[in-house]
């Protein structure tokens, strides 16, 4: 079965940094998701994009958050400055079509010191 | 607004046997979708089985099947046959079919399988 990749598997860095998490959805998906989970809570919705722009952000997307997908392949969230409670496993997710089957891939755990 | 809701954070099984558990929704939408997701310790989310809300039938994945009752908003998950590989953090997600493409999910229930 196809897979969404993200790299790095494991990020730390230092509070008011900047991290970039990067993901390679399935190469034919049209739709594009990140979404975070705080350890022991449950999964939140960051952003939708979908033809080179955003569809839907959450309110935790703020101006800090920004995503992109420069090359056609790969998908990135960007976090200008990072706050202690930014840590968190990062998902990113495709989709080839709206209400099919999302691909989840294996996270990005990201710890802000 | 969608809310899902887990009102179990914690079960467990016997190996062998049978386990289900439960999910109410709520959403103003006619037309959505319902998921149960995996996350095993590697903390990978894995899809476990899908309902279209405008099936009557439940949905069947091999040993997971569900209990879909529109009218109660709700959506239960059973595990039959509980093997060791089961055990993981389960989460109930919906997501509408216009408008709003985010899946809102439950806080989960963790699954323990007693060999």
């Known amino acids: 079965e196809p897979e969404v990749t993200q790299t790095p598997s494991h990020q730390v860095t230092q509070m008011g940094q900047e991290v970039i998490l990067r993901c390679v959805p399935i190469s034919n998906h049209l739709y594009f998701y990140w979404y975070r989970q705080i350890l022991g809570q449950k999964v939140e919705f960051l952003v939708s994009?979908?033809?080179?722009?955003?569809?839907?952000k959450s309110e935790i997307f703020d101006d800090q958050f920004s995503v992109e997908r420069p090359d056609g392949s790969n998908f990135t969230l960007k976090i200008r400055s990072t706050k202690l409670e930014d840590s968190a496993m990062y998902f990113c997710?495709?989709?080839?079509?709206?209400?099919?089957?999302?691909?989840f891939g294996s996270g990005t755990q990201l710890s802000v010191l | 607004a969608q809310t899902v809701t887990q009102s179990q954070p914690e079960m467990s099984v016997q190996e062998a046997e049978t386990v289900t558990l439960s999910c109410t929704y709520d959403?103003?939408?006619?037309?959505?979708?319902l998921f149960w997701y995996k996350q095993p310790p590697s903390r990978q989310m894995i899809l476990v089985i899908r309902?279209?809300?405008?099936?009557?039938q439940n949905a069947t994945e091999n040993r997971f099947s569900v209990n879909f009752q529109k009218a109660a908003k709700s959506f239960s998950l059973k595990i039959s046959d509980s093997q060791l590989g089961d055990a993981a953090m389960y989460f109930c997600?919906?997501?509408?079919?216009?408008?709003?493409?985010?899946?809102?999910f439950g806080k989960g229930t963790k699954l323990t399988v007693n060999p």
């Open positions: 997710a495709s989709r080839q079509q709206r209400n099919e089957k999302l691909f």
């Open positions: 997600a919906s997501v509408t079919q216009g408008g709003s493409e985010k899946l809102v």
């Open positions: 309902q279209e809300a405008y099936k009557q």
């Open positions: 959403t103003s939408e006619s037309d959505y979708y």
């Open positions: 994009f979908y033809n080179n722009e955003i569809s839907e």
